[in-house]
C-alpha cells in the first residue's frame, strides 16, 4: 500500500516556514485587529481560492465577529494550486491554524496523520446537523463514519459554453463528446490566439480522465464503485479506456492552450472569461466567477457530454471546514463552524459562490439559469449516471498526487497511452485488495 509519509523538517526549517507563512506567503485577505488581551485570534484557512469567494468568506466572518466582539478572525488564503500542498504542511508543522478547509483529496492524509479533529462529539450536539442534506451527511462522514469537517458547499460538473461565439458561427450545443471535439475545432484559430475548449491539466486523471474513460466504458461501469466495471477489472483496461484516453489528449492538443497542461480552475475560468476559450467542463463554482466578469446572455450551461452509449457519469464531491489537531481555541473554531454551517449563512455563501448548498432546498432553484443543467440531468438517471469517487480508498490522495505527473507526462508525449493506462491499472488493481473502500449507494 503506498504511503505518504514525508521527513520531518528540522526545527529551524519549520520556525521560518511559520514565519513566512504568517508574513504573508499565504496570503492574508484582510488585515485584522489584534484581539484584546482577554480575547481570542481565530485563523482560518481557505483551499478554495477566487474572488469572489474570499469576498464572500470575508463578509461572513465580519458579521461573525460582530455577533462575537471578543473574538478576531484571520482568513488566510493560498493561491491555486498550491493550497492543498501548504495547508497539510502548515498543519504538520503546527503552524497557527484553527479552522481548516477540507477536502475529498486531503482528508484521508489530515486524518491519519492526526491533524485534524474527530468532531462528531459536535456534530450529535449540533441542532443543524439533522436537517443537512444527505451528499452533505456523507461527505462529513465519508471516511471511516466520524464526522471530520462540516461541507459549505457541493460541487459538480456541468459544459460552460460561450453563448456568443455559438450565435455567432451558429453552432449546436454539443451533446456528445465527439460533437464536443468537432465544434471544438471549428472554434479553435491559433493565430488569433483563440481556443475551443479551456482544459484544466492540474486536475491530473481524477476529473476529466477518468470521466471520459467511464463514458467510453457506458454501462459496464460499477456507479457505486467507479474505478471499477461490473466484472471487477479496473476502467483502465479495454478499448473504451483507451478511446477515452485519446480523446483527453485530443482535446487538449487540439483544442486548447499549451499552457493549459498546468491551469488549475482560476486559468481556465479566466481562459473562458475573457474570450480565449470557447467551452469548459467546470463546477458551480464558476457561476458566481463568470457573472461578475461576463454579461449573462454572453454565457450559458448545458449538461454534460455523453459517450458512445448516450451514458455520461458525474461525481458529487464536498469541501468544508474542519479544526486543526493542534488548535488552542477548539470551542471558539467550533462556534464559528457552527455559523458558516447554519442554514441561512450557508445559503447565503452557496448563492454568492455559485456552489449547491449543503441543505436541502426547492428544486425551483435548478430549474433555470445557469443551474438548470443540473436539474436536466437529474431528470434522466438513465443517462446521466452518478457514481462514487474514489475518495472512500486509502490511498486515493497518492493517486490524485501522483496521476497529475503520469497524466503531464502522457500528455507532453513522454509515455504512450498504453502506458499511461497500464500504470492506472495496476495501481487499482491493487487498490481493491489493498484499499480501505467503504459502501455507499449513489
Not at 58 to 73: M, Q, S
Not at 228 to 249: E, M
Not at 259 to 282: K, P, R, Y
Not at 359 to 365: I, L, T
Request: charge should be negative; charged fraction near 25%.
Amino acid at each position: 500500500m503506498f504511503r505518504n509519509n514525508r521527513i520531518r523538517w528540522p526545527i529551524a526549517i519549520v520556525a521560518v516556514l511559520a514565519f513566512v507563512v504568517m508574513n504573508g506567503c499565504m496570503k492574508r485577505e484582510a488585515e485584522t485587529v489584534a484581539s484584546e488581551q482577554s480575547g481570542v485570534t481565530l485563523r482560518i484557512i481557505q483551499s478554495l481560492t477566487n474572488e469572489p469567494r474570499t469576498e464572500a468568506l470575508r463578509d461572513l466572518l465580519n458579521r461573525y465577529e460582530e455577533l462575537n466582539p471578543g473574538i478576531k478572525v484571520e482568513l488566510l488564503s493560498p493561491g491555486n494550486p498550491v493550497a492543498d500542498d501548504r495547508i497539510q504542511n502548515a498543519l504538520r508543522d503546527r503552524v497557527g491554524i484553527d479552522v481548516v478547509e477540507v477536502r475529498d483529496q486531503t482528508l484521508i492524509p489530515l486524518v491519519e496523520r492526526k491533524l485534524i479533529l474527530n468532531l462528531t462529539a459536535y456534530a450529535d450536539t449540533w441542532k443543524d446537523y439533522a436537517g443537512l442534506s444527505e451528499d452533505a451527511k456523507h461527505f462529513a462522514s465519508e471516511w471511516d463514519g466520524a464526522v471530520y469537517y462540516i461541507p459549505n458547499g457541493l460541487y459538480r460538473n456541468q459544459l460552460y459554453y460561450r453563448k456568443d461565439r455559438f450565435d455567432e458561427k451558429a453552432l449546436q450545443v454539443p451533446e456528445t463528446w465527439e460533437e464536443l471535439y468537432y465544434t471544438g475545432k471549428l472554434l479553435t484559430n491559433r493565430a488569433k490566439g483563440e481556443y475551443g475548449l479551456a482544459f484544466r491539466g492540474d486536475e491530473g486523471p481524477d476529473r476529466l480522465l477518468t470521466q471520459l474513460i467511464q463514458d467510453y466504458n457506458g454501462d459496464h461501469v460499477d456507479a457505486r464503485d467507479g474505478m471499477y466495471k461490473h466484472d471487477r477489472t479496473t476502467i483502465f483496461n479495454g478499448t473504451g479506456a483507451r478511446d477515452g484516453a485519446i480523446l483527453y489528449k485530443q482535446l487538449y492538443e487540439d483544442l486548447s492552450p499549451p499552457q493549459s497542461a498546468e491551469w488549475s480552475f482560476t486559468e481556465q475560468a479566466d481562459a473562458f472569461a475573457n474570450g480565449s476559450a470557447s467551452m469548459m467542463i467546470a463546477d458551480a463554482g464558476a457561476i458566481a466567477l463568470l457573472n461578475g466578469k461576463m454579461e449573462p446572455d454572453s454565457w450559458a450551461t448545458a449538461p454534460l457530454p455523453v459517450g458512445p452509449q448516450g451514458i455520461s457519469h458525474y461525481a458529487v464531491r464536498g469541501a468544508g471546514w474542519g479544526i486543526a489537531s493542534y488548535s488552542p481555541h477548539i470551542k471558539e473554531a467550533w462556534s464559528l463552524i457552527e455559523f458558516l454551517s447554519s442554514p441561512a449563512v450557508n445559503e447565503e455563501f452557496g448563492e454568492r459562490i455559485g456552489v449547491l448548498p449543503i441543505y436541502p432546498r426547492d428544486a425551483s432553484f435548478l430549474q433555470s439559469g445557469p443551474y438548470a443543467s443540473f436539474w436536466m440531468m437529474d431528470q434522466n438517471e438513465e443517462q446521466y449516471i452518478r457514481t462514487q469517487p474514489p475518495n472512500h480508498y486509502y490511498d486515493y490522495s497518492t493517486f490524485y498526487k501522483q496521476g497529475k505527473e503520469q497524466a503531464r507526462r502522457y500528455l507532453e508525449g513522454e509515455i504512450t497511452v498504453e502506458e499511461l493506462l497500464k500504470e492506472l491499472d495496476d495501481f487499482w488493481h491493487k487498490e481493491r485488495t489493498n484499499g480501505m473502500a467503504q459502501a455507499y449507494s449513489p
